[in-house]
């Protein structure tokens, strides 16, 4: 089993440029999230799924869009990326029910010039 | 909107020694989960405890979760270089309303 996998690992934009990241996992776990860590500040969290088909907001929302299309797929959007966006993002999982144990996938780091 | 602090913001140690890092809140948690994350990786969980006063042990490592359950420690016996890492503890606010909190971490370095 991979477990939580995320793509790219980096990636560079320009301000206003738009990308999306992708977090896959293989443990037929129901819910998903997306966090940014910065320095100092831990983890944030932006987006969270609690199942194929549905989303909500987490602490940091704005600026981003998420979709759970298929149950092990969680994408992460940028529709137009600024400097504050520049963070790791991290994809999580997990089987029962919401914050039951997390696991986290390797990261992505990104840097918006 | 629920608030994790974490002390000390950096510890670097002798391998050998002991130490104990602090999470504190103002906010009550249905549970509290410590992870530890080493560089270009994701956290790792390494305990949640749920009930108040709580202690567990896991090898060296002794967590425990504060009475009113508003604040956990970490207490690591014999440190050694393998434990260097960044300690992050969270908070599942669910149950009031909240989210999952995390708080800014312990970055603990032991020298061999």
């Known amino acids: 089993n991979a477990g939580v996998t995320q793509t790219p690992k980096f990636r560079v934009l320009k301000t206003g440029q738009s990308m999306t990241l992708l977090c896959a996992q293989d443990?037929?776990?129901?819910?998903m999230y997306w966090y940014r860590q910065d320095p100092g500040m831990g983890l944030r969290l932006i987006h969270y799924?609690?199942?194929?088909?549905?989303?909500a907001k987490g602490e940091v929302p704005d600026g981003y869009n998420v979709s759970r299309l298929k149950k092990q797929n969680f994408l992460l959007g940028l529709e137009s990326a600024a400097p504050s966006q520049t963070s790791v993002y991290f994809c999580a999982s997990s089987y029962d029910k919401p914050y039951n144990e997390q696991f986290f996938g390797p990261g992505t780091r990104l840097t918006v010039l | 909107t629920q608030l994790l602090e974490q002390s000390p913001q950096f510890l670097s140690i002798q391998e050998g020694e002991n130490l104990t890092v602090y999470c504190n809140s103002s906010?009550?948690?249905?549970?509290l989960q410590w992870y530890r994350q080493e560089p270009g990786e994701g956290p790792v969980l390494l305990v949640t405890v749920v009930t108040g006063g709580e202690v567990k042990k896991l090898k060296r490592l002794t967590f425990q979760f504060g009475d009113a359950r508003k604040d956990s420690s970490l207490h690591i016996t014999a440190a050694q270089p393998g434990d260097t890492g960044l300690y992050l503890c969270a908070g599942d606010g669910w149950d009031y309303g909240q989210n999952f909190v995390f708080g800014p971490g312990t970055r603990l370095s032991v020298l061999p």
């Open positions: 906010s009550v948690f249905s549970s």
């Open positions: 799924s609690v199942g194929e088909g549905t989303t």
């Open positions: 443990m037929n776990h129901e819910y």
